[in-house]
């Protein structure tokens, strides 16, 4: 029985090493995180979603940011690891298709759908990797909101000093009219608390990269700080 077994073991490498020969592309790791793989095939969707969002080519980007964009995706997934999707409303039809329409409007070829079309089609995109990509997009952030708003508190001395040493001087400076500190308030502490997250975000993540089992294979300098 032993013999049998080994016996069909090796016929079942040789077959998988024939697929190999014969051209069967098989998408590579690229980085494992606490033991969830990261695909060639996610790194490149995700560049070609950025070529498209900044009006690029895909060709136009450097190796570092195409490293940053690898991180990315590793930073996502330590952050799918941490936080309950239970935690916030995830993205809606409707989120999606308004978010679809500010990409449209900040390219030339966005006006109309033949163009649009060709953009995703230069870009090796499908509506569905669009929409998949924006859902995530949008679901991180609110995923994001919930972890770190309710602890967030933004005083009014922080809302005045904003006031008095930034937006003040910028209205000054091209000549447009001041606006009352009572009219502008609720959008200075929205401000401030996203500076507030980013900041904490940052903070955070370097803590889970240092914490977490992060490799990055042929080349142990992408995965930052958590690699090993």
Same mark, same amino acid.
């Given at each position: ?138 679901? +991180?952030? @609110? =995923?994001?909101? !919930?972890?770190?708003? /309710?602890?967030?508190?933004?005083? $009014?001395?922080?809302? #005045? ?8 001087? +910028?209205? @000054? =400076?091209?000549? !447009?009219?001041?606006? /009352?500190?009572?009219?502008?308030? $609720?959008?200075?502490? #929205? ?11 940052? =903070? ?25």
């Amino acid at each position: 029985m032993r013999k049998r077994l080994h016996l069909g073991l090796v016929l079942a490498l040789l077959a998988w090493g024939a697929i190999l020969h014969a051209g069967e592309v098989v998408d590579r790791i690229v980085a494992t995180v606490n033991g969830h793989i990261v695909v060639q095939s996610d790194w490149d969707q995700a560049l070609s979603y950025q070529a498209l969002v900044d009006n690029r080519s895909v060709d136009q980007f450097s190796l570092a940011e195409r490293k940053a964009t690898l991180n990315r995706l590793i930073d996502q997934e330590l952050i799918r690891q941490q936080i309950n999707a239970s935690e916030f409303s995830p993205a809606s039809t409707e989120d999606i298709d308004k978010r679809i329409q500010e990409i449209r409007k900040q390219r030339p070829d966005g006006a109309s759908d033949d163009g649009w079309k060709a953009a995703l089609d230069r870009n090796h995109l499908t509506t569905a990797d669009l929409r998949f990509h924006i859902a995530n997009e949008i679901n +991180e952030m @609110r =995923a994001l909101d !919930a972890h770190f708003r /309710p602890g967030l508190q933004i005083d $009014p001395h922080s809302v #005045e000093t904003y006031y008095q040493e930034k937006l003040l001087p +910028e209205l @000054r =400076a091209t000549g !447009a009219k001041e606006i /009352p500190l009572a009219d502008v308030a $609720p959008q200075i502490r #929205e401000l401030l608390a996203q500076q507030k997250i980013n900041d904490l975000l940052i =903070a955070w993540l370097k803590t889970l990269r240092a914490e977490s089992n992060i490799r990055t294979p042929g080349d142990p300098t992408t995965g930052g700080g958590g690699a090993r």
